[in-house]
């Protein structure tokens, strides 16, 4: 394919900027919670904001959850400082079961994990190298023999 902007907006080049509801659930301290929450898919715009939290010597995987998870209206839920705890220490952070959610959640409505059609590599004969059903039993290999001499 040869890229131009059309081809890349038919053959999904861009991400929507349009937030896909879900639900999630998480457990902390033994007690399960469910919620539904709006999730922008990782895009440009998420490496950029992932790269000013490092630069600003903040938390990368908090500045990913508060870009991408999002009210109705697309605006964040949530800041770095919400997330990490430093907004409210009384408060204090996320719990790690509702951060796993979230990231989940993001990693999911992102398509990460999921191998994508045809994604297998061909070989010059064409045959699938992800693939091992076709291979053959493992080839045995011989022991060397001893260079000890024996007694």
Avoid: H
């Avoid at 715009?45 to 500045?63: E, F, H, Q």
């Avoid at 992800?130 to 011989?142: C, N, P």
């Amino acid at each position: 394919m040869k890229i131009t902007l059309e081809n890349l907006a038919a053959n999904g080049g861009f991400v929507s900027r349009k937030a896909v509801e879900k639900e999630i659930s998480w457990e902390n301290e033994g007690q399960e919670f469910k919620g539904t929450v709006n999730v922008l898919a990782l895009s440009y715009a998420t490496a950029k904001s992932d790269i000013i939290s490092v630069r600003a010597k903040g938390d990368p995987l908090a500045a990913r959850i508060a870009y991408c998870i999002v009210d109705d209206d697309g605006q964040p839920v949530f800041t770095e400082g919400d997330i990490t705890g430093e907004a409210n220490p009384d408060r204090g952070p996320l719990s790690a079961g509702l951060t796993n959610a979230l990231l989940a959640v993001i990693g999911d409505v992102s398509g990460l994990g999921k191998p994508r059609a045809g994604s297998a590599k061909k070989t010059s004969a064409g045959t699938s190298s992800s693939s091992t059903a076709s291979a053959g039993a493992r080839s045995k290999k011989r022991k060397s023999a001893s260079r000890t001499p024996s007694s």
